[in-house]
């Protein structure tokens, strides 16, 4: 695995672009984000906020919350996408991820705001996490959704990944993806900074 320096996690920020053109920036959480993650959570509709938990919540528990803002802790990451809306920066989406060193895996969900749902954000994101695992070394992406979630599988094959069974789980379906290589279409901050970090260990 790449050594991550987490003193300076907006290093890792990334500015991705809607099908319109207008800009989203994609960065880690912080603990200032606490208030505004929960809310972000209970503005979703209760049917995405069910494909996201896999089940019927209304807000993220207290403990969970903390967990999130916790950036780094047990290998877990939560991002956040925010935009300007009306001269304020806004939460329109998340993801959190898992990375596994031992089976260079990385395990990841995903949501999108419904006002902002098929704007071309969640693709943008699923592109971003692709450089994010790359920048750990991973080469197993994955995740797993309900198999009545159009929105979800419709992205994941569009992104090229692959569907297979949950493990322990007939209502879901898990997509993953192999990788190989560096990514080519949509450089990260992460992958800048882990292929700087490879570059100095070499010539040392
Ligand atoms: C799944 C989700 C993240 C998709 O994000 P999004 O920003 O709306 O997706 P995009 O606009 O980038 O769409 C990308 C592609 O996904 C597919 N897609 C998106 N919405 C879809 C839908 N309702 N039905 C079928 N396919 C869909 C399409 O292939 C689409 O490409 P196209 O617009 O060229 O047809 C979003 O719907 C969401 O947040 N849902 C609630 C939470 C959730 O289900 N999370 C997944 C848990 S792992």
């Known amino acids: ?6 003193d300076d996690l907006r290093q890792h ?3 991705l672009r809607l099908r319109t053109g207008e800009p989203v920036t994609v960065r880690f959480i ?4 606490a208030e505004a993650l929960q809310a972000y959570f209970r503005s979703l509709s209760t049917r995405s906020r069910y494909n ?6 209304s807000e993220l528990p207290a403990t969970q919350l903390d967990q999130f803002i916790d950036v780094g802790q047990a290998d877990r990451f939560s991002v956040v996408a925010v935009m300007s809306i009306d001269g304020a920066d806004t939460i329109v989406g998340e993801t959190r991820y898992a990375f596994d060193a031992e089976t260079d895996s990385f395990e990841f969900g995903l949501s999108i705001d419904d006002r902002w749902q098929g704007h071309g954000i969640g693709s943008a994101l699923l592109g971003n996490l692709e450089c994010r695992a790359a920048a750990f ?3 197993r992406l994955f995740g797993d959704t309900l198999r009545s979630n ?3 599988i419709g992205l994941a094959r569009k992104s090229g990944f692959a569907f297979t ?3 322990g789980d007939w209502k879901l379906v898990r997509f993953e ?5 560096a990514p080519q279409e949509i450089p990260c901050a992460s992958w800048r900074l882990a292929a700087q970090q490879m570059a100095m260990q070499v010539s040392a």
């Open 1 to 6: 695995m790449t050594a991550f320096r987490f």
């Open 13 to 15: 920020s990334d500015i």
């Open 30 to 33: 912080e603990p200032g984000d």
């Open 52 to 57: 996201r938990f896999l089940g019927a919540i």
């Open 137 to 139: 070394g991973a080469h």
């Open 150 to 152: 159009d929105a979800m």
């Open 165 to 167: 069974h949950s493990p």
């Open 177 to 181: 993806k192999h990788t190989v290589g």
